[in-house]
């Protein structure tokens, strides 16, 4: 970040002017900095839902919403489409730079070496009912952690931050199997050593103790990209969650908790089951696709077109464009004709003709395709969004790190203007009404 001294932004209040400088990111984004406004003025900003404030800086993922781009660490998206492996990129966004071969070897065989549970974390499994949603699992267990590795609490170097992160990787996908297996009533599989990420998590998911599950090759590649494709977005709902708790000095473990829960709101990682229930409804006849998009227009339905929009996107989402052209390759491989491939693209192509949606500059984002996708590779509906967790997880703990390595002991905390009753006196009981 640089400060400009030459520009500054003039603020009138009243008869007073202040000056405040103008900040300016590596790719031209500019700020104007009121950390002195309050005490300067006595003024504070509103921004609900903080369309217009900038939180931090951060040096990990570069979105450009007017024209539709997307960086990790500078790398743009597309380019994640071929060769790499989620762990490659994992290591990328956490640690700053590609993973020499040596540290590529050594945090692989990390993520296989912690892979497994507690037993005593197993049992806890035992406590949760069959119907309860896995995302509830998810966040419960990932805070267990905290309990089954305290020396992590404190991290106090860069070895042993990355043996948390390797282990929360490494183990989320564990418990992410687990939750569903027990969803279904199926006995735990334990992870296979000789499996890599994304096979391990299947043969943790479908295994049979008596059969074991051989991920196709279309199957790893597909959910390879979609770990990829989901792993950071910057300042999004979750990830600012994850900094807020962890600014408090709350561990990775509790904070990457909390990220879970704010993901698996419908407006957020909830979206991809939103997209297929209503691709669903629409196939099961329930209603066209041209009057579900009637219906989202109307605002009193209180439905809305689900997989569109974004509050940084007001172009095509990369991510979804690169999601479109995978399941328009591997679906026809994978699962024949999906009849709600065919919907989502009639969904698609209405709504990108409709001028609500064009002045609104709504488009597909990247749970519009990935659920058609997961459903094609045999993921249960309700794990859509703990594989969106799943593949975020290594941008919260990027966020998780980049906060407590530069604003270390900076708690967040919003300020607010206050709407409710002015001074007035408490009345006993006996006076009431
Ligand atoms: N269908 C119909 N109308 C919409 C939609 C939609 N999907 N999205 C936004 N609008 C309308 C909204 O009603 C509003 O209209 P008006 O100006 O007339 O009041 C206008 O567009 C602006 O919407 P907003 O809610 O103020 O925009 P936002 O930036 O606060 O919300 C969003 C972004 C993603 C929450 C929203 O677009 C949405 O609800 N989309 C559907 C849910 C979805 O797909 N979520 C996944 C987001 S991408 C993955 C992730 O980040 O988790």
Redesign the pocket.
Known sequence: MSESKAEQATLILGDSQYQLPIVEGSEHERAIDIRTLRDRTGYITLDP?YGNSGSCESAITFIDGEQGILRYRGIPIEQFAGSPTFTDVAWLLIFGELPTPAEYEEFSADLTRFANLDEGMKHQFEGFPRTAPPMAILSAMINALSCFHPELHELEDLTQFRHAAARLISKIRTIAAYAFRKSRGLPYIYPDPSLKYVPNFMHMMFSQPYKQYICPQLVREALNLILILHAD?EQ?CSTSTVRMVGSSGANLFASCAAGVCALWG????G?NVEVLTMLEQIHAGNMTPEEYVKL??DKDSKV????????VYKNFDPRARMLASVAERLLPQLSGDDPLLEIARRLEEIALSDPYFIE?K?YP???FYSGIILRAIGIPTNMFTVIFAIGRLPGWIAHWWEHDQTQRNKIARPRQIYVGETLRDYVPKERRG
């Open positions: 839902g977005h999004n419908p407006l957020h990682g979206a989202a227009k809305r077109l689900m997989g569109f929009g974004h509050r609104r709504l984002n990247v749970d």
